[in-house]
């Protein structure tokens, strides 16, 4: 395997690791305060759609991405409303909100397009560009050190970037300001918290807002930069991958960054070797595709380690009076 061939591999695998990192990262907020989300496929799903579809009517890619956002921020505030202030199941919200995303952009995709839960497709300024870093052209015929810089680390869209520079802003959130010391106790000793003055409710509903923030990113890269148009469930299972990537990095940023960046490698690797022969024994494509999915049901049996999740996660708090 040539440079070439690793780096258009590794180029692939930050672009599909994308979506996987911001959900990932949009999970650890709200898990860390406390409230599990499995919801965050449902609200990709809905922020691709709307995404997309507001990017197509509009021919502006940055209209696409507030619309997207908006979309899951909304599916974000019913979460909050039914496990928050109505103390429901958090993981039945969740699965709701994964079902009814699944159904409602399919319906209103035929009643806008009537292309079967499709959106058309997206060109020109509907679809966020690839952008060339400085001196990439320059540095591209330097050996080794200018193709990793001109056609790996350059040559990705906005959202990349964006994705990537959210983990370092998420690390010093969560462990080097009062809001984030103050989210994390929430997730662990919500009682205390309350004790302190500081109001439970708000944090909580503070951190899925960021996760639906963070949904609605994911959602229109996949249907404004990864892809050209939003299609019937295109999210394709990467929130529950998120998940699994999340409980992979013990709720920890840098490590969220790493276990992405796998998955990502993985799918890319699964797509480009479609067929490979080991010792005379051809591996299927369908096994080569699902290496993302196998490694997330290894992860999730348990095969990485202890990982302990927040003490009060998944459990409604209740003021004592």
């Known amino acids: 395997m040539d440079l070439t061939t690793i780096i258009q591999i590794l180029d692939s695998s930050l672009r599909l690791a994308t979506p996987l990192l911001l959900a990932c990262l949009a999970g650890l907020f709200s898990e860390r305060a406390g409230i599990f989300d499995i919801g965050l496929e449902g609200k ?3 922020a691709a759609f709307f995404s997309a579809g507001a990017a197509f009517a509009t021919g502006n890619a940055w209209i696409g991405l507030l619309a997207g956002i908006g979309a899951s921020m909304v599916l974000a505030a019913i ?3 039914a496990s928050i202030t109505f103390r429901g199941n958090q993981l039945i ?3 709701a909100i994964n079902f009814l995303a699944a159904g409602i952009t399919v319906v209103i995709g035929e009643a806008w397009f009537g292309l079967g839960g499709r959106t058309p497709a997206l060109a020109g300024d509907a679809r966020f560009g690839n952008i060339d870093l400085p001196f990439a052209r320059a540095l591209s015929d330097v050996p080794v050190l200018g193709p990793i810089y001109a056609d790996l680390i350059s040559g990705h869209s906005i959202l990349v970037y964006l994705a990537l520079a959210t ?3 998420t690390w010093w959130v969560l462990f080097r300001t009062r809001f984030g010391l103050r989210l994390r106790a929430v997730g662990e000793n919500p009682a205390a918290v309350d004790t302190a ?7 909580r509903y503070a951190a899925v807002m960021i996760c639906g923030l963070l949904c609605g990113i994911a959602g229109a890269h996949l249907a404004t930069a990864l892809g050209a148009g939003f299609v019937k469930d295109m999210s394709a299972g990467r929130g529950f991958i998120a998940l699994a990537a999340l409980i992979f990095a013990k709720w920890r940023p840098w490590y969220a960054l790493g276990a992405c960046l796998l998955f990502g490698l993985l799918e890319a690797l699964g797509n480009r070797y479609q067929n490979i022969d080991i010792g005379g024994f051809d591996v299927p494509t369908q096994f080569m595709q699902a290496l993302p999915y196998i ?3 290894v992860i999730l049996a348990g095969f990485v380690g202890r990982a302990i999740p927040p003490r009060a996660g998944g459990e409604p708090y209740v003021k004592e009076r």
């Not at 003055?197 to 944090?203: D, I, T």
């Open 79 to 81: 979460h909050g409303v």
């Open 93 to 95: 919200s969740g699965v």
């Open 197 to 203: 003055g500081v109001s439970v409710v708000g944090l």
């Open 44 to 46: 990709m799903l809905a």
């Open 295 to 297: 490694l997330t049901v």
């Open 167 to 169: 983990v370092p802003v």
